[in-house]
């Protein structure tokens, strides 16, 4: 049990971004990346563009891109949230990402911090999305560039139906009975929410990944990297 109370007011100070080390800051725009795809158009072309050099230089440069990003992410953020903060709206746009990666998140074997999880569940549900004739095969694989070029999985052998199914289960306890995935149509700009999801469209989307040897597995979550 806990409690929540709005705060009256917030200090960003984005210097203190250079004080984390490099997974660290992948795995901050797991988060940043989720926000993109289902609100900004503009931030994930930020992100695509830039993220690899922002990585490096831990945010610091090029500064105003970095800043554009965190101001743009937070914008993003309270808009989303603001409306909604006791959740009387159970249709999220910003729990895209996060339907797959808590199932995940708590396998014993996993090795991916929160915002690698939830890039991972990001870029499978853009696979389900595709393959549901609703996002263009090039808005999915500049999705996956963007994701590479920070760092961030794309796949993991803990991706199975039988991992995927038991989220799903577990979603509609927290979402009114009902799954709620936010599908994505269009990269920053229309997301639609599915109730309908089966085991077999699963397996189906986690073989279409292995067909196009996407299914590389993700060695950022070891020590030596």
Not at 213 to 220: I, L, M
Request: hydrophobic letters at 40%; glycine letters at 8%; one cysteine or more.
């Amino acid at each position: 049990m806990g409690s929540f109370y709005p705060p009256s007011s917030v200090l960003v100070d984005e210097g203190w971004v250079r004080t984390q080390d490099v997974r660290n800051l992948r795995n901050g725009c797991g988060e940043i990346f989720k926000l993109a795809v289902v609100k900004s158009r503009y931030l994930f072309d930020l992100l695509l563009s830039h993220g690899p050099l922002l990585i490096s230089t831990s945010f610091q440069s090029p500064p105003l891109i970095s800043s554009k990003i965190f101001r743009t992410s937070i914008e993003v953020m309270l808009l989303e949230l603001g409306p909604n903060l006791w959740e009387s709206t159970l249709s999220r746009p910003v729990d895209y990402g996060h339907t797959f990666s808590k199932v995940i998140e708590m396998l014993p074997e996993n090795n991916m911090m929160h915002g690698e999880a939830v890039a991972l569940d990001s870029f499978f549900t853009l696979v389900l999305s595709h393959l549901r004739g609703t996002l263009t095969y090039t808005s999915l694989t500049s999705c996956r560039s963007c994701l590479e070029g920070l760092g961030l999985p794309v796949y993991s052998s803990l991706l199975t139906v039988e991992n995927c199914w038991t989220a799903l289960c577990d979603a509609k306890e927290h979402r009114g009975g009902r799954m709620r995935v936010p599908f994505v149509a269009d990269v920053g700009e229309v997301v639609y929410f599915v109730d309908d999801v089966t085991e077999e469209e699963l397996g189906r989307g986690i073989r279409w990944i292995k067909e196009r040897g996407w299914d590389e597995e993700w060695e950022g979550g070891r020590e030596d990297c």
